[in-house]
């Protein structure tokens, strides 16, 4: 009963139980000081999360919940990402009105369930933690009581999301059935003992399913456009960043500790997973008029390159997914800032309504633009490195073939990031205003435009890392 395993789970529900009481009793005008306490105290947590206190290993409840580098380093992640949203989301608390205490304690519990699917030794403990961050979800999809659209996200989330959880706990009890132990390490014991037999290729494609759907991987991805255009717009970065990362933390896990003998069974289910998500997600986003729809396609995309990291199945591809995952979240962190500053002055998240972005906003324009270009994998932003080297960790598998389809499908997206472009540098409309940007907003935008221009020129930190997490992982 190591409790150093699991304090910044403890100080993260902690925190998450005083916002919502003290939700309850600021008045509507001071609920925007959660959101304050909220980023200060997870500032507080990533610091300590990097010193020796902070990173210690080993194992809690007799093993059912565990603590190494990969998983401290995907918690930094997560507690990266829910600083800038619940920044981002300091100007949302007037809309919310009376509901804006209870936001930001929904958002901790979001993270709360991430951290610990992502230390879950056990499948009851990873379903806890899963369900803790899709029931959050649900109802930040649906926060916004003024928008129609927000309603109709939180429905169709719930339902799908229900759908999701159903195929996964089927797999899961299959997982039982098989091994007679709901932990990870009797299960990986029966795979390798060659007596799984077709039910565990069955409970196996249940679980893809089931992780696919919350990485929104074709064709499970149907559910993203939606619920990224309708949900207010911190949650779908977060939903874009966080959540995404969560499930391939776990897919990470179960693949190089419990399949690591049968990997060549599924190998090529994974492949075709990673080409189909690249194709549709990629050639689905060409024609779309909204930011918000466009980026969801876009995140569908990204989600089939990262993929590429599990086809190569080594330690560079797996280091190479946790680089990409890193530079991905700050890009779209750097994006949906920007798609924020605009919509909190124009009330629309439309293609056109970023005309002539460069001479209204230069900020938004430039943040916007570097983040694009991250994403589109061009220099100098990090998203070229990224790609780079998930490209060469499955060319050295002699995957040839899927790296050039993956370098085309970059190719296309890079058609319909510029026609963003294209329209913020387009001339100025009439009677257009110049839009402005909140602090807040401010400090999110400039400092994910800067992390992602700084990989993009010096790697080598990151780089460094992310070895040094996967050499800790394996040994």
């Known amino acids: ?8 789970e403890i100080a993260v529900a902690i ?3 005083v916002l919502l009481a003290t939700g309850l009793l600021l008045p509507g005008s001071k609920k925007r000081a959660n959101g304050l306490i909220t980023a200060a105290v997870l500032t507080g947590l990533l610091v300590y999360s990097f010193t020796d206190s902070g ?3 080993g194992e809690f409840l007799m093993g059912l919940y565990s603590a190494d580098s990969m998983t401290l380093y995907f918690k930094q992640l997560f507690m990266i990402a829910a600083i800038f949203v619940t920044v981002m989301s300091l100007t949302s608390t007037a809309r919310f009105k009376e509901n804006g205490g209870e936001y930001f304690s929904l958002l901790v519990f ?3 369930g991430m951290m610990v699917m992502v230390s879950a030794n056990d499948f009851l403990t990873l379903y806890v933690g899963l369900e803790l961050m899709t029931i959050s979800f649900v109802i930040l999809t649906a926060f916004d009581r003024s928008s129609l659209k927000s309603a109709e996200a939180g429905t169709k989330y719930v339902l799908l999301s229900a759908m999701s959880s159903a195929v996964l706990l089927y797999g899961l009890s299959l997982f039982y059935g098989l091994s007679g132990s709901t932990e990870f390490e009797g299960f990986a014991a029966c795979a390798q003992s060659g007596s799984a037999g077709p039910m565990f290729t069955v409970a196996v494609i249940l679980l893809l399913s089931g992780l696919g759907f ?5 064709p499970f991805h149907m559910w993203a456009p939606d619920i990224y255009e309708g949900a207010p717009t911190p949650i779908t970065a977060f939903l874009a960043t966080g959540s995404k990362a969560a499930s391939f933390a776990v897919l990470i896990r179960m693949l190089t500790l419990m399949l690591e003998d049968n990997y060549a069974v599924f190998a090529g289910i994974l492949i075709v997973l990673a080409v189909l998500t690249m194709i549709v997600g990629n050639l689905i986003a060409i024609p779309q008029k909204n930011i918000k729809r466009m980026l969801a396609y876009s995140s569908i995309a990204h989600a089939g390159y990262i993929l590429l990291g599990l086809v190569a199945f080594t330690d560079a591809g797996v280091s190479a997914m946790l680089f990409y995952i890193f530079i991905y979240i700050f890009a779209n962190l750097g994006a949906f800032s920007s798609v924020i500053a605009l919509s909190d002055s124009t009330g629309s998240d439309e293609i056109e309504a970023f005309r002539g972005m460069w001479k209204r906003s230069p900020l938004i324009t430039a943040v916007l633009m570097i983040s694009l270009l991250s994403m589109a994998g061009i220099p100098p932003a990090a998203g ?5 080297y998930l490209f060469a960790s499955i060319v050295n598998q ?3 073939w899927l790296a050039l389809l993956a ?3 970059s190719v296309v997206s890079v058609y319909y990031y510029i026609m963003v472009i294209r329209v913020m540098l387009a001339p100025v409309p009439e009677n257009a205003e110049k839009i402005s940007v909140a602090p807040s907003h401010k400090l999110v935008m400039t400092t994910a435009a800067a992390v992602t221009l700084f990989l993009g020129i010096w790697a080598a930190p990151l780089t460094d890392w992310t070895n040094q997490v996967i050499a800790a992982f394996v040994r």
């Open 1 to 8: 009963m190591d409790f150093r395993v699991v304090i910044l």
């Open 15 to 17: 925190l998450g139980i």
């Open 55 to 57: 990173a210690a290993d």
């Open 110 to 112: 979001a993270l709360l």
């Open 214 to 218: 919350k990485i929104s991987a074709v």
């Open 384 to 388: 070229f490195i990224g790609k780079f």
């Open 398 to 400: 002699g995957y040839v």
């Open 407 to 409: 370098i085309g499908m």
